[in-house]
């Protein structure tokens, strides 16, 4: 077995225990009670049921952090301490429509000096598969025990890419149509996964080459941004710098496919 730190026990441990209740209610789909958040963002009982899971098995462990939820947003803890940023369901539209495709993302940001915070560890684990995948800063990418590397292809016509499509009320249709269009032409294939925590999951198992979206949130990227990095890929904003998260532009690759793809993004985005 790989040795790691004890927090990736910790999240592990977490995520374990939050996934039999989901796996339960995906095969009841129909039953669920579900609320709309806003236009075509839906919020299900399992969604809180499992943040709360989560919630208390983390604080369990270190009940001085804070935590960042997808549901239940901040929850303050000691502002000099770690926190938690965890998604409880991510591809909540799969799950709703028997989609066989989400995940439980858990990361942990550390703070810096310059306000910005650090991820340091992160996990994603898919209940249905009981795949995890984890990183830890500087100790690399792994699937379970197996080390993670991105995709050694170079060339875009081998490259296949992942992205998220715009819909009712999220992301900017007109800016996603343009970089669709430029690179569309040049790449083996585009798909649509539903779940951004696992498309960066895959990135770094190099089962896709590339990944970009926008209008993302920090509990969606941050544990997939970690293992992408660990797995030796880049992750950055549509104009190739790291201000992927304060511009929520998320472009991440492997490195012999990141630079040609950046530079259809952002030509894309210069003929606006």
């Known amino acids: 077995m790989v040795a790691h730190s004890g927090l990736i026990t910790v999240m592990e441990r977490a995520a374990r225990k939050a996934a039999p209740k989901l796996r339960r209610d995906f095969n009841e789909v129909q039953q669920l009670q579900v609320s709309r958040k806003g236009p075509a963002d839906f919020v299900s009982q399992a969604d809180r049921q499992a943040e709360e899971t989560l919630y208390e098995e983390l604080k369990r462990a270190r009940p001085d952090w804070g935590f960042l939820g997808e549901e239940g947003g901040t929850r303050e803890g000691d502002p000099s301490k770690p926190r938690w940023i965890v998604d409880p369901l991510d591809g909540t539209t799969n799950f709703l429509h028997g989609i ?132 030796g890929g880049f992750v950055t904003d549509f104009r190739g710098g790291d201000q992927a998260m304060e511009r929520n532009q998320f472009l991440a690759a492997s490195e012999g496919i990141h630079s040609k793809l950046l530079r259809l993004v952002a030509g894309a985005l210069r003929k606006s």
């Open 100 to 231: 066989p495709h989400f995940a439980i993302s858990i990361a942990v940001e550390e703070p810096r000096p310059n306000g910005r915070g650090e991820i340091t560890q992160g996990l994603v684990y898919q209940p249905l598969t009981d795949e995890s995948f984890w990183a830890e800063k500087g100790r690399g990418a792994w699937l379970q025990d197996k080390r993670l590397r991105v995709s050694a292809r170079r060339e875009l016509p081998d490259a296949l890419i992942a992205t998220g499509i715009p819909f009712m009320g999220h992301g900017d249709f007109e800016q996603w149509t343009r970089i669709f269009a430029a690179v569309g032409p040049q790449v083996s294939g585009i798909r649509r996964f539903g779940a951004a925590a696992l498309d960066l999951a895959w990135v770094a198992a190099g089962r896709v080459d590339a990944f970009w979206e926008s209008d993302l949130s920090a509990w969606d990227v941050a544990a997939g941004m970690l293992l992408v990095k660990e797995a």
